[in-house]
């Protein structure tokens, strides 16, 4: 995604987003090569240590999470008597962890720059 980003010519991502992003990235490898020199394992290599890496975040940090985006389509649908987004919804929501193969790509995916538009508010 940062790739993708930096290589974006959209006016959205101005100069100080891109340099904040870069700094952050830079403090992000520092941090990494760190982590990498204290592990406890000094026999793991690198590629060991990124899988145990990638594999705690994946423990730590759910798949999927209800975005406003898609809690706007499920009331949308739901208005229209169609409930079957709400249910998949939960299902997934239920054990956010878990791949769930079969749930649309865009519930786990980040948020589409069109869903920044969307806002809400706690007493409506």
């Known amino acids: 995604e940062y ?3 930096m ?3 959209d006016s959205d991502v101005d100069a100080q987003t891109r340099a904040t992003l870069e700094s952050w990235l830079l403090e992000y490898r520092l941090r990494l090569y760190q982590d990498f020199e204290q592990r406890e394992d ?4 690198l590629e060991e240590f990124q899988q145990a890496r990638v594999l705690t975040m994946l423990k730590k940090n759910p798949k999927f ?3 406003n985006h898609l809690a706007e389509k499920c009331i949308q649908k ?3 008597g169609d409930y ?3 249910d998949g919804l939960l ?5 956010p962890f878990d791949e769930h193969e079969d749930a649309p790509k865009e519930w786990s995916d980040v ?9 809400v508010s706690c007493s409506s």
């Open 65 to 67: 999470v209800l975005r």
């Open 78 to 80: 739901a208005e229209d």
């Open 111 to 119: 948020p589409p720059m069109s869903a920044l538009d969307i806002c």
């Open 84 to 86: 079957s987004m709400v």
């Open 42 to 45: 000094e026999q793991e290599g």
């Open 7 to 9: 290589l974006s010519q």
């Open 91 to 95: 299902t997934v929501l239920e054990s």
């Open 3 to 5: 790739s993708k980003l």
